[in-house]
């Protein structure tokens, strides 16, 4: 199993920046590949950014060239800078991790964008 534990949300000006942490329980380098997801309200949950065992990485069209997924392998922890920050990225961030064809997820973190 793999415990996940999201950190870093808040409310932030349109143009701001935030960075989300996801500490694991277990070595990430374990871990075939983890990601951050979103929920708006009303809306279906949506897939971020993700981050592969092997370092590749894949985002969504509307967050290419803002939001950046990075990893320390030392802290087993994953991140999520988030940059240029649009009100509709206003949602609950959720980590999420897939270990041994099963899915794990955090609790979920609050970014709201918001002037």
């Known amino acids: 199993q793999v415990q996940l534990v999201e950190s870093g949300g808040g409310l932030v000006q349109p143009g701001g920046s935030l960075r989300l942490s996801c500490a694991a329980s277990?070595?990430?380098?374990?871990?075939?590949?983890m990601g951050w997801y979103r929920q708006a309200p009303g809306k279906q949950r949506e897939l971020v950014a993700r981050?592969?065992?092997?370092?590749?990485?894949n985002y969504a069209d509307s967050v290419k060239g803002r939001f950046t997924i990075s990893r320390d392998s030392a802290k087993n922890t994953v991140y999520l800078q988030l940059n240029s920050l649009k009100p509709e990225d206003t949602a609950v961030y959720y980590c999420?991790?897939?270990?041994?064809?099963?899915?794990?997820w955090g609790q979920g973190t609050q970014v709201t964008v918001s002037s």
């Open positions: 999420n991790a897939v270990y041994l064809r099963d899915q794990y």
């Open positions: 277990r070595s990430i380098f374990s871990i075939f590949a």
């Open positions: 981050l592969f065992i092997g370092g590749t990485t």
